[in-house]
Nanobody, 120 residues
Framework: QVQLVESGGGLVQPEGSLRLSCAAS????????MAWYRQAPGKQRELVAS???????NYADSVKGRFTISRDSAKNTVSLRMNSLKPEDTAVYYC??????????????WGQGTQVTVSS
């Protein structure tokens, strides 16, 4: 089992910045990906950004150029730097860890979520 603990959410004005962090309770070995998802009221959870154990990154079109995901394998953490925030970025942000156990099996872990509110 792996526990994920997020931090860094809060209230910010439009065009402001926030940094979210997620710490895993233990080191993960083997192929994996860590990601940030978000869910706004009345909407489905969506992928915001992801980073693989190999360092590859992926971003939702809506956040490209504004958000940056990074990981620190030594500290078992993943961060999301969010710049130029917009009201439509308001959501609960969830940290996700997806571990590849074998060619047929993956295991998903989720954090408890952290609220990000962008409002003047």
């Amino acid at each position: 089992q792996v526990q994920l603990v997020e931090s860094g959410g809060g209230l910010v004005q439009p065009e402001g910045s926030l940094r979210l962090s997620c710490a895993a309770s233990r080191r993960v070995t083997g192929p994996y990906a860590m990601a940030w998802y978000r869910q706004a009221p009345g909407k489905q959870r969506e992928l915001v950004a992801s980073v693989t154990s190999g360092g590859g990154t992926n971003y939702a079109d809506s956040v490209k150029g504004r958000f940056t995901i990074s990981r620190d394998s030594a500290k078992n953490t993943v961060s999301l730097r969010m710049n130029s925030l917009k009201p439509e970025d308001t959501a609960v942000y969830y940290c996700n860890l997806n571990v590849v156990l074998n060619s047929n099996t993956r295991v998903n872990y989720w954090g408890q979520g952290t609220q990000v509110t962008v409002s003047s």
